[in-house]
């Protein structure tokens, strides 16, 4: 098997498993309905992409104007998994016309390729298409795209780190799994795009052999990443919890801002504040509303009868803590007793996480590291030895 004929197998290979990837999205039950039709959309502009390795140049040269409009495709791709990562990130996200606007750089390229290429005739679009790499259109094309690229990758990564502190200040449970996850597919298609710009470079050297191997390991790792993605995006389906639009960070300037109820009839000042947290810490330890491994500032909000805003800026700002942490505190004292507790030596570290209200092994081992400098086993080995 020849070159071409090897990355031709391979290009059709990818675009197979990547339909039976979109179709299986399109028809799988989820309540992320919406964040899978997006990416099915990006999988299937990926499929476009990947499938001008199979396009005859017959057909190309036959039509090279709906080649070059293939090209440009491209710009439709970054902005759709960045509105991908947004349906993700926000509960109450929906597609609304302002969305359209990520679609101008797709727009402008095209019109200005109308009167080189849309609008020619055939010895003109042939011509054009033949000389592409040297056309000033062609170089403005490419500038966009990169452009496009480093822009969108800097507003994905500041979307997933705002999501995870307003999540952090929110909920009891941690999203780090999901956000690592999220964070490390976005650096891996970056990184795959940069790996496609050098392959594109190499086309204008004397290194022909070279990318064919280039352009083979190209499509091998892009459809492991996709085909990954998509199998982590169905795993996290029901544990991925996205937070309101309407959340914002507990910022600096409420830090002296005093909560209005908790204890009717108090002043706003020091005392009122210190009283309010005694309050709360009490209600932590008589009440353990930390034992449900759901619980949301919204939820203990309701249980005190205290607005959920007053009580994120008691906790975050007060008590310069963020939510899960606070939470999660209360969860290792308990977990702590537990595991000095001989007469509950049966029980094991997994047994024990779940009964103090974790999900995970992973945020267990991490926050109770955190709190004792100790992972769990080697905190009861020591309290043993103590005994």
Not at 129 to 145: A, D, G, K, P
Not at 169 to 196: P, R
Not at 357 to 385: M, V, W
Request: net charge positive; glycine share 2%.
């Amino acid at each position: 098997m020849d070159s071409f004929n090897f990355l031709k197998t391979i290009a059709i290979i990818s675009v197979f498993i990547l339909f039976l990837l979109i179709v299986f999205l399109l028809t799988v039950e989820s309540n992320k309905k919406l964040s899978n039709r997006l990416f099915a959309g990006y999988l299937f502009l990926t499929a476009i992409d990947t499938g001008g390795a199979f396009i005859s140049n017959v057909f190309i040269t036959i039509q090279p104007r709906i080649e070059i409009f293939r090209w440009t495709l491209i710009l439709l791709n970054i902005p759709l998994f960045y509105v991908y990562v947004l349906s993700l990130c926000y509960e109450d996200f929906q597609l609304k016309r302002k969305h359209l606007l990520h679609c101008i750089p797709f727009v402008i390229i095209n019109l200005i390729l109308v009167f080189r290429i849309y609008s020619s005739n055939d010895f003109e679009q042939r011509f054009f298409f033949t000389h592409h790499s040297e056309t000033v259109e062609m170089i403005i094309f490419q500038i966009m795209i990169e452009i496009q690229y480093v822009l969108y990758i800097i507003m994905i990564i500041s979307i997933l780190k705002r999501y995870k502190k307003i999540y952090l200040e929110n909920n009891s449970s941690s999203g780090n799994s999901v956000y690592k996850w999220l964070f490390q597919i976005t650096i891996v298609f970056a990184i795959v795009h940069y790996f496609a710009t050098f392959k594109n470079i190499l086309r204008y050297t004397d290194y022909h052999q070279f990318l064919i191997f280039i352009n083979g390991v190209l499509e091998i790792i892009s459809l492991i990443a996709i085909s990954w993605f998509v199998l982590q995006s169905l795993k996290y389906s029901e544990f991925f919890k996205g937070i309101s639009s309407k959340l914002e960070l507990v910022k600096k300037s409420t830090q002296k801002r005093i909560p209005e109820t908790l204890v009717d009839g108090e002043k706003n000042n020091d005392s009122s504040i210190n009283f309010q947290i005694e309050m709360l810490k009490k209600y932590m330890i008589e009440k353990k509303p930390y034992l449900e491994a759901s619980l949301t500032l919204q939820n203990l909000a309701s249980e005190i009868n205290m607005p959920a805003r007053e009580l994120s800026i008691l906790i975050n700002s007060n008590m310069n803590m963020r939510f899960f942490d606070f939470v999660n505190q209360y969860r290792i004292e308990n977990a702590t007793e537990l595991l000095q507790n001989h007469s509950k030596s049966d029980l094991t570290a997994l047994e024990i996480l779940y009964k103090v209200g974790f999900n995970s092994k992973s945020s267990f081992n991490t926050a109770f590291k955190k709190h004792t400098s100790l992972t769990p086993s080697e905190y009861r080995k020591t309290y043993s030895k103590i005994d």
